[in-house]
Structures are given as C-alpha cells and as structure tokens.
C-alpha cells in the first residue's frame, strides 16, 4: 500500500522524504492557500506548475501533483506541462467547478483518454489517478446512488487509461470495500476514524492519500505557538 502524507511546498517536501516515504504527492488545497489562491481548480496554472517543479527539484523521490480538473489545458498541453515540471503523475477530478456539480463522465473518460494518448506519444508513463468526487456534497448526487455513479465512473476512467481511481470522501468501510470489489484496478483511499490504515490495507486499497490535512495541522501548530508567545 502505497501512503502518501500531501506535501505543500519545498520544507514540506523534503520532511515527508527525510522521513523515509518513497514518493510524494501534493495537495491542491494547500498549494493553492500557500500561494494566496482559493481551491477548485482557478489558480494561476502557471503558479501551480511552479510550485510543483520547486517540489520535484529539491527531493530525490518521484513526485505526483494534484492537478485538480486541469486548469482548462488542452491534454497534449497538460502532459507537456507536468513533464517540464519534473512530476510521474498527476490527479484529475471530474468536479464542474464551473457549472457546478460533475462533468459528464463521458467527457471526462474522454479527456482521460487524450492525457493517456499524449503520454504514450512522449513515451512517458505518467501515472493517472482519475477522483470520483461523487460522494462530495457538491457533486448533488442522491446518497443511495453514489456507489453505483463511482462504479460507473470508475469503469469509464479505467477504460480510458487511469491508472488508479479515487473516489474522494468515503469514510464508510462497507462502502469502500464495495467500491474496491467493484473497480478492476487500484483504488486510492483516505483514512479516517473508521478508517485507520490498517483497516485500509486490510479493504485492499492501493493508494493512501491525506489531501490538506498536515498542512491545516502545520497551521493550527503555529497558531497555538504565536498565541502563546503573545500571552507572555
């Protein structure tokens, strides 16, 4: 099982790899508050290729970006750009954060299909984990239809040459456990109170991903440092 505490910035980086983990992964989120952005998908393509490649150049291990939906790039631009950012790979989300809710499945399985075709015509395996974000509340799906939207979502993306699916925000086991029965590949989780690492491995999920979560406990650290300091 591969688990991957999302770094934020260069420092971040390098502590998570000083800490022996052999790849690393960002956390759009993160990324995009350390630069003084919002999240979902309207930061500065530009400032987050930066902040990728910044990663990627001061650690020794393989890196992977969360790219959330794309910035809008053309597939064959997207790959150029995680390519000259020194990445392996990348997570893209199939949020409308335009319109709201999510981008049919088609069309994303069909972006999903240009990224792969650009990769294998630059000869370079970037690895693809294609987020359901069915289970999110914004994404307005009934909850007693979101198991069987992610199992057809995920069956689209994998056909389309996702390497790894990852439906964000389920923190039920029972539904984990059906969704990685279901899904023909592997499937990237989140632990949680009902889902501590070993119960993830014991499901067979793949992958192990933290999103923000240690940078908003970076802060949270340094906010009761400076409050303290004040008080003496």
């Given at each position: 099982?591969?688990?991957?505490?999302?770094?934020?910035?260069?420092?971040?980086?390098?502590?998570?790899?000083?800490?022996?983990?052999?790849?690393?992964?960002?956390?759009s989120?993160?990324?995009?508050?350390?630069?003084?952005h919002?999240?979902?998908?309207?930061a500065?393509?530009?400032?987050?290729?930066a902040?990728?490649?910044?990663?990627?150049?001061?650690?020794?291990?393989?890196?992977?970006?969360?790219?959330?939906a794309?910035?809008?790039l053309?597939?064959?631009e997207?790959?150029?750009r995680?390519?000259?950012?020194?990445?392996?790979?990348?997570n893209?989300?199939?949020?409308?954060?335009?319109?709201?809710g999510?981008?049919?499945?088609?069309r994303h399985?069909?972006?999903l299909?240009?990224?792969?075709?650009?990769?294998?015509?630059?000869?370079?395996?970037?690895v693809?984990?294609?987020?359901?974000?069915?289970?999110?509340?914004?994404?307005?799906?009934?909850?007693?239809?979101?198991?069987?939207?992610?199992?057809?979502r995920?069956?689209l993306?994998?056909e389309a040459?996702?390497?790894?699916?990852?439906?964000?925000?389920?923190?039920d086991?029972?539904?984990?456990?059906?969704?990685?029965?279901?899904?023909?590949?592997?499937?990237?989780?989140?632990s949680?109170?009902?889902?501590?690492?070993?119960v993830?491995?014991?499901l067979?999920?793949?992958?192990?991903?933290?999103?923000?979560?240690?940078y908003?406990?970076?802060?949270?650290?340094?906010?009761?440092?400076?409050r303290?300091?004040?008080e003496?």
């Open positions: 099982m591969l688990v991957l505490p999302n770094v934020w910035d260069v420092g971040s980086a390098r502590v998570v790899e000083g800490a022996g983990y052999r790849a690393l992964a960002t956390a989120a993160a990324v995009t508050a350390v630069l003084g919002e999240d979902g998908d309207v500065p393509s530009d400032e987050m290729f902040a990728a490649a910044r990663i990627a150049r001061a650690v020794s291990v393989p890196v992977s970006i969360d790219a959330e794309g910035y809008g053309p597939p064959a997207l790959v150029d995680l390519l000259a950012a020194g990445v392996v790979g990348c893209l989300e199939d949020s409308d954060h335009a319109a709201g999510l981008v049919d499945a088609d399985a069909a972006y299909a240009e990224v792969r075709a650009a990769c294998a015509a630059r000869e370079v395996p970037l693809l984990n294609a987020r359901v974000d069915v289970f999110l509340p914004p994404a307005g799906v009934p909850a007693d239809g979101r198991v069987d939207e992610a199992l057809r995920a069956r993306y994998r040459g996702a390497d790894c699916v990852y439906p964000i925000g389920v923190g086991p029972d539904v984990l456990a059906r969704l990685v029965e279901g899904i023909d590949g592997p499937v990237n989780g989140n949680g109170p009902d889902l501590p690492l070993a993830l491995r014991d067979g999920v793949a992958r192990v991903s933290y999103g923000p979560r240690f908003r406990a970076a802060l949270a650290d340094l906010d009761r440092a400076v303290r300091l004040a003496e």
